[in-house]
């Protein structure tokens, strides 16, 4: 079965991200789309054989591609949000307790997501425990921690900010932060 490519243009005119931006992110978006479903019919396709390149590095290729579509949707989804945080629900109090309070939370969040490198910045929950950590991805494949769901997702690739902030990292996520739909971040809460 083939994925499609969702529509977030419901996001354009959000402060903080000019529509030329958002725009061609929705391209790189659909990019990924098109590419995990070539990859999954070329690998079907291809004799299962380990000592060719061809098959392999199909293989490997799959996680960045599918990782790419699906951390978009994340990312676009918890995007478009008015409220702010609720900081007596459940999130504020599950991320005060891991951090040792709600500031403390955001501020390493930030400091994640302004790291060196192209990647993303996730917020998970350990399915196994229930616990909270901030975790760095390098580019869309390496470093996702096994058995944890995705709360928050912040793109820190130059592509997501570069047009409307050039270098200035710290004042997209700023603007990030202003746009974090809260509601939806809460609902993938377990
Ligand atoms: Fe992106």
């Not at 529509?7 to 000019?18: A, Q, R, T």
């Not at 676009?76 to 005060?96: Q, Y």
Request: charged share 25%.
């Amino acid at each position: 079965m083939a994925y499609t490519a969702k529509d977030y243009s419901n996001l354009i005119g959000m402060e903080g991200f000019s529509e030329t931006l958002l725009r061609n992110h929705f391209t790189l978006y659909q990019g990924y789309v098109t590419n995990t479903n070539k990859l999954n019919e070329l690998l079907s396709s291809k004799a299962k054989d380990a000592t060719n390149p061809e098959y392999t590095e199909l293989k490997r290729r799959f996680g960045f591609e599918f990782n790419g579509m699906r951390l978009h949707e994340y990312y676009f989804e918890n995007l478009g949000g008015k409220a702010s945080l609720d900081k007596s629900g459940a999130l504020a109090k599950k991320l005060a307790n891991a951090y040792g309070s709600y500031d403390a939370w955001e501020q390493d969040f930030r400091a994640t997501g302004a790291m060196r490198g192209i990647g993303w910045a996730i917020l998970y929950q350990d399915n196994v425990t229930g616990q909270l950590f901030n975790q760095w991805i390098n580019e869309h494949e390496v470093g996702h921690l096994a058995g944890c769901r995705p709360i928050l997702v912040l793109d820190v690739f130059e592509h997501a900010f570069m047009t409307d902030y050039g270098l200035r990292r710290a004042d997209y996520i700023e603007s990030f932060f202003k746009n974090i739909n809260w509601g939806v971040v809460e609902g993938r809460l377990k």
